[in-house]
């Protein structure tokens, strides 16, 4: 949670400067690069993780590798992350700062995890009902999850709405051990 409220941090006052900038969808795009080539080549992530080489060192490598595809703010945020010694956080900052962007929209983001692959017709119905239930526009991200064994889990706007069958299953298990017994109706039933 401190790690999704530092990232937060730095996603809202870079969306502020975004936004003076004109760059918001731009700098969203070059962060984007940023974060992808780092997951894709071991070697900058190893770079970035090591406590073992100089801050100076990464900003360095990272200026060189992007200095050329993305514009001074975006790197000069790279730079403050890794000297506060959290290059760790750049997917998490890109993840609030998309956040950013949907509330400065007027859209909601919401995690809908299936115990199946839904459809696209599946998902836009999905939409569509969470955007009514909301009353705001719903972007949502959709993950298969292994562990359900069937229906739905949402989160949307801090909230849980759990529609699984895990989730009956577990209540009906709750009523099956906890259930009152009357065992005078018990034993008048046997006789």
Same mark, same amino acid.
Request: net charge positive; glycine share 6%.
């Given at each position: 949670?401190? %790690?999704?409220?530092?990232?937060?941090?730095?996603a809202q006052t870079f969306f502020l400067v975004a936004s003076?900038?004109?760059?918001?969808?731009?700098?969203?795009?070059?962060?984007e690069l940023i974060v992808?080539?780092? %997951?894709?080549? $071991?070697?900058?992530?190893?770079?970035?993780?090591?406590?073992s080489i100089l801050r100076s060192v990464k900003k %360095?490598?990272?200026?060189k590798v992007f200095e050329l595809h993305v514009d001074v703010p975006v790197l000069n945020l790279v730079k403050?992350?890794? %000297?506060?010694?959290?290059?760790?956080?750049?997917?998490?900052?890109?993840?609030?700062?998309?956040?950013?962007?949907?509330?400065?929209?007027?859209?909601? $983001?919401?995690?809908?995890?299936?115990?199946?692959?839904? $459809?696209?017709?599946?998902?836009?119905?999905?939409?569509?009902?969470?955007?009514?239930?909301?009353g705001s526009s719903v972007e949502s991200e959709f993950i298969v999850d292994a562990s359900l064994l069937g229906g739905v889990v949402v989160t949307v706007d801090g909230k849980i709405i759990?529609?699984?069958?895990?989730?009956?299953?577990?209540?009906l298990k709750s009523l099956i051990v906890n259930a009152p017994i009357d065992i005078g109706a018990a034993l008048s039933q046997e006789e």
């Open positions: 949670m401190l %790690d999704e409220a530092v990232g937060l941090r730095y003076e900038q004109n760059k918001i969808e731009a700098w969203k795009h070059q962060l992808s080539t780092v %997951d894709a080549n $071991s070697f900058l992530s190893k770079i970035l993780k090591s406590p %360095d490598i990272m200026v403050i992350l890794i %000297d506060k010694g959290r290059a760790g956080y750049l997917a998490l900052v890109l993840k609030m700062y998309h956040q950013q962007i949907m509330i400065n929209r007027g859209v909601i $983001s919401s995690v809908v995890r299936t115990a199946v692959e839904l $459809s696209p017709a599946g998902k836009a119905r999905m939409n569509n009902a969470l955007s009514q239930k909301m759990d529609g699984s069958l895990n989730r009956r299953m577990d209540e």
